[in-house]
């Protein structure tokens, strides 16, 4: 087995979901981009010889290393980024083999909690990190598995979900339920455009370029969207909702559907689907927010915007930002009323929350020359309404980005 033997170093950026909240593991829609912020992994050679076998970590945030080794647990709490590391270190050596004694330094300019996956870009590069300076990405059994970029993406998401992929065995993920949307936005964005992708499988329907007199503005709300304790419960129950809805369709109707939109496929206008489930509000609710989302909001929101018709991109992001709140209850107040702020009182060409929600962040497109006033009063509008969390509140300027890559 290839041995650290150099300096690795890899860059993964966060990402933002302009649209398609809670679709892509239920093999829906969304329409994202990366950003120009992210995680970078340091991976050096050990002494020689080295004292100790396993990974010491550090972090640039915090004070003090960690040691790291396969199948030990690192008696962390949860959360914790050491768990993070963990995660990695045993799942790639399940996959690939033995890991070689190194030292991993993590640095990250990305808000933690905002919505923008942090949690999916650390995760990310720490696979990719680890994984080139043990050789893994040239072994017969990586090239045979991961055979493209698409493929990246999808096993990126599994180490973090847990889910085997192909032939590489999965094992205890993060604790959360997701898909693979951020792993793609991370892996497969262009700079200065906006990638619409369709999941289970991954695949790019169409891109669309964000004109150059636009930007992104983020606020972060200082609502921490934590994918711990109730938060997380809260973000796993709308995952697996969608796979009730698709148990009960397939217990009624003797097919093997691996995911929502393939039973949308074999009933497209959702009606039987609808009276399966006709018992439950919830469920309701939550189909009723993915054929909106994913099916009709989305198409027409790239529609608009790559026939330069700002109205009509606003518009359709207006009416993502309602169904969230009303359907797939994933809002606090605070983005709600963000994303109105920007819209109502500051005339955003469009603005939305994303990510998991119940906190996070909220992004508002704006002319170019403006973002920097706009993010100014975007923020003493907040402070004014909620005084609290926007003492912890944070705004950023971006454009979509380019993905990981290797420094």
Known sequence: MSRTDA???????????????HT??????????????????????????????GIIARSTALPGDLRISA???PQLPP???????????????????????????ISSDLPLASGMSSSSALVSSLVLALAD?????GSRR???????RTDLAQYLACVENGMSFKDLTGAAGVGTFGGSEDHTAMVLSETGRLGEFRFCPIRLERRVDFAEDLCLVVLVSGV??????????LYNRASLSTREILRRWNTATGRQDAVLADALAADPGALRLHRLIADDGWLTRRLDHFLAES??????????????DLAGFGAAVDESQRIADCLLGNQVPETIALARIARQDLSAVASCSFGAGFGGSVWACVPRSDAEDFAAQWLGRYASRFPDPAARATTMVTRPGPAARRL
């Not at 300076?133 to 990405?137: E, R, S, V």
């Open 295 to 308: 099916e009709q909001i989305i198409p027409a929101a790239i529609s608009a915007l790559g026939a330069g």
């Open 24 to 53: 892509d593991y239920a093999g829906g829609r969304t329409l994202v981009a990366a950003v120009d912020r992210g995680v970078t992994i340091t991976c050096t050679p050990p002494e020689e010889p080295p004292r100790h076998a």
């Open 133 to 137: 300076a043990n050789g893994f990405t």
């Open 142 to 148: 990586w090239t045979r598995d991961v055979t493209s």
């Open 224 to 233: 921490a969207a934590e994918k711990t304790g109730a938060a997380r419960d």
């Open 7 to 21: 300096t690795v170093r890899w860059f993964v950026p966060g990402r933002i979901e302009v649209l398609g909240k």
């Open 79 to 105: 959360g914790h980024w050491g768990r993070y590391v963990q995660t990695v270190v045993d799942r790639l050596t399940d996959n690939f083999g033995p890991l070689a004694p190194c030292g991993i330094t």
């Open 71 to 73: 199948g030990t647990d």
